[in-house]
């Protein structure tokens, strides 16, 4: 497994998501409890984020952990 690419591969799968449920960075950060610049972060695959933050993200879009971790 390849750290930075699997970064970059969750946030892209959360950016996608979260377009398609038409919500913008501040407001499902603000639903996961984090802030718009560290939402903007993690779709980058600047950063990765807490098991827990993944779990908030994952039910804030109505999806699973493993939908935002396929192909990881």
Same mark, same amino acid.
């Given at each position: 497994?390849?750290?930075?690419?699997?970064?970059?591969?969750? /946030?892209?799968?959360?950016?996608?998501?979260?377009?398609?449920?038409?919500?913008?960075?501040? !407001? *499902?950060?603000? +639903?996961?409890? #984090?802030?718009?610049?560290?939402? /903007?972060?993690?779709?980058?695959?600047?950063?990765?984020?807490?098991?827990?933050?993944?779990? !908030? *993200?994952?039910? +804030?879009?109505? #999806?699973?952990?493993?939908?935002?971790?396929?192909?990881?």
């Amino acid at each position: 497994m390849d750290y930075p690419n699997s970064l970059l591969k969750a /946030g892209q799968n959360i950016k996608l998501f979260r377009l398609e449920k038409g919500l913008s960075q501040e !407001k *499902l950060g603000h +639903a996961a409890g #984090i802030s718009r610049s560290y939402m /903007g972060a993690i779709e980058r695959g600047e950063t990765g984020a807490h098991i827990y933050v993944y779990y !908030k *993200l994952a039910k +804030a879009l109505d #999806i699973s952990i493993e939908t935002i971790t396929k192909g990881t």
